[in-house]
């Protein structure tokens, strides 16, 4: 069971802007309902410009989090788009390898690329929430689904079954304090879709938002991403993704379908597809572009056999459900269930 959660900002330092004071006091309410010990992470409320100035900054709390023998759970603040420049502060001299102990790590979009980091070290993690998105959530509650698997974390220190959301909901536009309390519309989900392959695989789930990963190939953003990405091995070689299932979700920027057969090209020249198991692939935003995302997924993958399940409420598309990273998971297509065992 979770007593105390550490709260990072590891990419973006929205959490300590003041226009988003409200959210946080939402969130810091909700936890400590909990009977959880919150504690921040000491430049976790330095704001944006700090943060984005001092990677150094970031890096030295995720190592004292690792380190504080109280902390049970690490749950970072929000994402972002620039959390690869944490390596030269983690890996330069085996700083995360020597400092990384058994914790809950919990985080998704550019968090993806803290998720790569501790599977260079051997650490098992969990994807799909962050503090800002889900436990902020300015609707009367959190979202009952999202809660689900939060929860669930919270008390066991593990998920073990993963099912469909029976709605999804329009994404937020408005984050103001006048949004607090307001719903956003939902609508039917149609359950876990089966693009191509056998309803049933295997394997331990890597991946994330494809957006981060697509940074790691590509020099758009920012200029040194994939020379320091590949200077630190941040994606692993293509033996490491032997037997796995990747797990691919787009960001919030919502890319247009041009652009995402470029980001799924790139991964399959880096032999990914040739060595997973399955894919799964989750709901993107408003479901825009969906049926050309499954398109493009089909075409570029070029291989019919390898399974690939989409419409997970997993990622940048609420509500979200959590996946354990690094441990074994079985996909059940007709089940419509993902169970996993051994975390």
Same mark, same amino acid.
């Given at each position: 069971?979770?007593?105390?959660?550490?709260?990072?900002?590891?990419?973006?330092?929205?959490?300590?802007?003041?226009?988003?004071?409200?959210?946080?006091?939402?969130?810091?309410?909700?936890?400590?309902?909990?009977?959880?010990?919150?504690?921040?992470?000491?430049?976790?409320?330095?704001?944006?410009?700090?943060?984005?100035?001092? *990677?150094? @900054?970031?890096?030295? =709390?995720?190592?004292?989090? /690792?380190?504080?023998? &109280? #902390?049970?759970?690490?749950?970072? $603040?929000?994402?972002?788009?620039?959390?690869?420049?944490?390596?030269?502060?983690?890996?330069?001299?085996?700083?995360?390898?020597?400092?990384?102990?058994?914790?809950?790590?919990?985080?998704?979009?550019?968090?993806?690329?803290?998720?790569?980091?501790?599977?260079?070290?051997?650490?098992?993690?969990?994807?799909?929430?962050?503090?800002?998105?889900?436990?902020?959530?300015?609707?009367?509650?959190?979202?009952?689904?999202?809660?689900?698997?939060?929860?669930?974390?919270?008390?066991?220190?593990?998920?073990?079954?993963?099912? *469909?959301? @029976?709605?999804?909901? =329009?994404?937020?536009?408005? /984050?103001?304090?006048? &949004? #607090?309390?307001?719903?956003?519309? $939902?609508?039917?989900?149609?359950?876990?879709?089966?693009?191509?392959?056998?309803?049933?695989?295997?394997?331990?789930?890597?991946?994330?938002?494809?957006?981060?990963?697509?940074?790691?190939?590509?020099?758009?953003?920012?200029?040194?991403?994939?020379?320091?990405?590949?200077?630190?091995?941040?994606?692993?070689?293509?033996?490491?993704?032997?037997?796995?299932?990747?797990?691919?979700?787009?960001?919030?920027?919502?890319?247009?379908?041009?652009?995402?057969?470029?980001?799924?090209?790139?991964?399959?020249?880096?032999?990914?597809?040739? @060595?997973?198991?399955?894919?799964?692939?989750?709901?993107?935003?408003?479901?825009?572009?969906?049926?050309?995302?499954? $398109?493009?997924?089909?075409?570029?993958?070029?291989?019919?056999?390898?399974?690939?399940?989409?419409?997970?409420?997993?990622?940048?598309?609420?509500?979200?459900?959590?996946?354990?990273?690094?441990?074994?998971?079985?996909?059940?297509?007709?089940?419509?269930?993902?169970?996993?065992?051994?975390?």
């Amino acid at each position: 069971m979770v007593k105390t959660v550490e709260i990072v900002s590891l990419s973006a330092g929205t959490l300590g802007e003041e226009f988003v004071k409200h959210e946080l006091d939402i969130g810091l309410e909700r936890l400590r309902a909990y009977g959880l010990n919150v504690k921040f992470a000491p430049h976790a409320l330095a704001g944006r410009a700090y943060i984005a100035a001092h *990677p150094e @900054a970031r890096a030295a =709390d995720l190592l004292a989090a /690792f380190r504080d023998p &109280a #902390v049970d759970m690490i749950l970072c $603040a929000i994402g972002g788009d620039d959390t690869y420049r944490l390596l030269p502060y983690l890996f330069g001299h085996d700083e995360l390898k020597n400092a990384v102990s058994r914790k809950i790590f919990l985080g998704f979009s550019d968090t993806t690329a803290n998720h790569l980091m501790l599977h260079k070290v051997g650490l098992p993690t969990f994807y799909g929430q962050s503090f800002l998105a889900d436990v902020c959530e300015l609707g009367r509650e959190m979202l009952p689904y999202t809660r689900q698997y939060f929860e669930e974390l919270l008390r066991t220190g593990t998920i073990r079954r993963v099912t *469909p959301s @029976a709605v999804w909901y =329009d994404g937020r536009s408005d /984050f103001s304090p006048a &949004a #607090v309390g307001t719903d956003m519309p $939902a609508h039917k989900n149609g359950g876990f879709r089966l693009l191509q392959g056998a309803p049933r695989f295997a394997g331990p789930i890597l991946g994330g938002c494809i957006d981060t990963l697509f940074d790691l190939f590509d020099n758009t953003r920012y200029a040194d991403s994939v020379k320091t990405c590949r200077r630190y091995g941040l994606f692993p070689p293509a033996a490491d993704w032997r037997g796995r299932i990747l797990l691919l979700e787009t960001s919030e920027e919502q890319p247009a379908p041009e652009k995402f057969r470029r980001m799924v090209a790139a991964l399959k020249a880096a032999g990914v597809f040739a @060595a997973v198991s399955g894919v799964l692939v989750g709901k993107p935003m408003d479901e825009k572009y969906q049926a050309e995302y499954h $398109a493009i997924l089909r075409e570029v993958i070029d291989d019919p056999a390898l399974p690939v399940l989409a419409n997970l409420n997993i990622g940048h598309a609420t509500p979200r459900c959590i996946l354990p990273f690094g441990v074994p998971a079985a996909v059940d297509a007709e089940a419509q269930t993902i169970t996993f065992a051994g975390n």
